[in-house]
């Protein structure tokens, strides 16, 4: 469920990165799941979303995040390709972000697609920290399953150690090459000027708990504003997919990041051949921590407030394009939202 009038909207956290640095095994690691396993030829092709709740986050966190210091929700993770030939869907996910994070395998370093991420967030203006990842594929590393990373960090020998600030420091020299003044997240007092470095490792978990500790917080301190927005008023959202699904015909997989979406409201949905106004049917939403690009089993809800994945059922989705905006029309204009969605 989204906040509560007044409350706070739940943050979307788009991940990008090189491909196969690591983005999908470490969204399955936070929400527990096996998406990456089930990829052709192991590589993403579509954007995805997963609501993570507050208690999720705060279990895999552990003493690094309180849950009773935050009004968030959880985080609406977004997950993105990172094989070059998938830049649209890049741009797609680094405009719906609030914050990201650029996942750099520590091991492999500053790739084409890891700038082509850099460069997107710039662009949009977006706070993002980098998660420094595969650490566990370090010379001599000695892992400690899901520990904070400074705890991991000294139980190594010291060749492990030197081995892997080799490789972050080269990662910090790179971001600075490219504008960005970055440390070691710790040693970052202000997350808006600095970029933050957390090592980690989606195999092992270690540093996730921080890397979590570092989105809430960012989230909470610095985006407070942004989020505190009402999360009742008609909703706006972009289209991931079109689906054919059984019972319902063609449906939308929507990432909701304004307002909210009822199970009775009139909507326009970019299509083909010009905007189409019709009527949700049904509103299907992912269970909890579930990929909505692979999720089977959803729940038919009332309403969805931002931010969420959600699929819309309504007539008329055939022509709808994947990318196009969506927007409710409730109390306002008709003419005004149909000549908005035709003008995006
Ligand atoms: P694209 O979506 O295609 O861009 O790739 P991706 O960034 O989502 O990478 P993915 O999560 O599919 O991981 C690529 C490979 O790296 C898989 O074989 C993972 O098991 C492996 N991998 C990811 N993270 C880690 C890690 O922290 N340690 C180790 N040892 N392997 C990892
Ligand atoms: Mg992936």
Redesign the pocket.
Known sequence: DGAEPGGLRTPIVAVL??????????L?TIRGSAV?EG?AG???QHIGATAVPLDTVSEMAGDLVDPTDFDLPGLLFI?????HSFTTLRSRGGALADIAVV?VDVNDGFQPQTIEALEILQRTGTPFVVAA?????TPGWNPNDGLPIQTTYEKQSDSATSRLDENLYEIIGDLSDEGFSADLYWRVQNFTKNVGVVP?????SEGIPDLLAVLMGLSQRYMKEQMAVDVTGPGAGTVLEVKDERGFGATVDVVLYDGSIRADDEIVVGGLDGPIITEVRALLQPRPNAEIRVEKRFDKVDEVRAAAGIKVAAPELDDAMAGAPIRVVRDQNREAVIDEVEAE
Do not use: M, Q, R, Y
């Open positions: 990165g090189h491909v196969d640095h690591g983005k999908t095994t470490l399955d990456s990829e192991a590589i993403t997950d993105t390709p990172g094989h996942v990842n595969k650490i566990d594929t980690l490792s989606a195999i092992t």
